[in-house]
């Protein structure tokens, strides 16, 4: 992420880059959320009958990411499961946000994250058509893997077994405690990340 692809940085003039896309930075604590987005045993849950996360074999691998705006907590999200769509075959992952237009930008990140690698890469794990033929709502790879943008709406989740989710904004998404439970029996891991504000994403992570 930082040494064979780049960003979009739409505040790249005023903060004194020479172009718009730059590598991830080489701040500290992403290497703290690259590595907290490794699944680990510990943080497997399961929803018990009172609608509770326990500890369990079975069910998904959760991550809950309380950030604050421009630390490229999304991107380093996109990041993660990106890499995961390019390097394994037959994957599918979704990107969940309030709207079906901002699921979209967030497949534009991963669409940005794969034009920009080195080229020899690009060689490696080809997408399935050109980038440009691509719907703004999917990405897709050679290798049978993909990516998919959906709204909040906790039924899209239904027609979906993916091997992960990521909801981006939580706390600003409607219906988050639906999304979540609905995910929670479909998904093998799923990633909540969202700012600060008061929200059913709040008051489950305070309980």
């Known amino acids: 992420m930082r040494n064979a692809t780049r960003t979009f940085n739409p ?25 907290f987005l490794r699944p680990k045993k510990a943080m497997r849950f399961e929803w018990n009958r009172n609608n509770v996360p326990n500890d369990s074999e079975r069910g998904s691998w959760l991550r809950i990411v309380e950030k604050s705006r421009t630390m490229l907590g999304t991107w380093g999200c996109v990041a993660h499961f990106t890499h995961a769509a390019i390097t394994l075959p037959g994957q599918e992952f979704i990107f969940q946000s309030q709207t079906q237009d901002k699921a979209e930008e967030l497949i534009g990140y991963a669409k940005i994250l794969w034009d920009n690698q080195e080229p020899w890469l690009k060689a490696e794990f080809p997408l399935d058509r050109k980038l ?15 990516i998919v943008g959906i709204p909040n709406d906790p039924e899209k989740i239904r027609s979906y077994h993916p091997t992960g989710l990521l909801m981006d904004e939580a706390a600003f998404m409607e219906e988050f405690r639906r999304n979540l439970e609905t995910a929670m029996h479909a998904c093998q891991f799923i ?17």
Request: net charge negative.
């Open 132 to 146: 440009a033929e691509l719907p703004k709502d999917l990405v897709r790879w050679a290798n049978g893997s993909r």
């Open 11 to 35: 505040q790249w003039l005023k903060q004194g880059y020479d172009g718009p896309y730059q590598p991830f930075p080489d701040h500290e604590y992403l290497d703290y959320l690259f590595d």
């Open 191 to 207: 990633v909540a990340l969202s700012s600060a504000g008061p929200s059913e994403f709040g008051d489950w992570v305070n309980s």
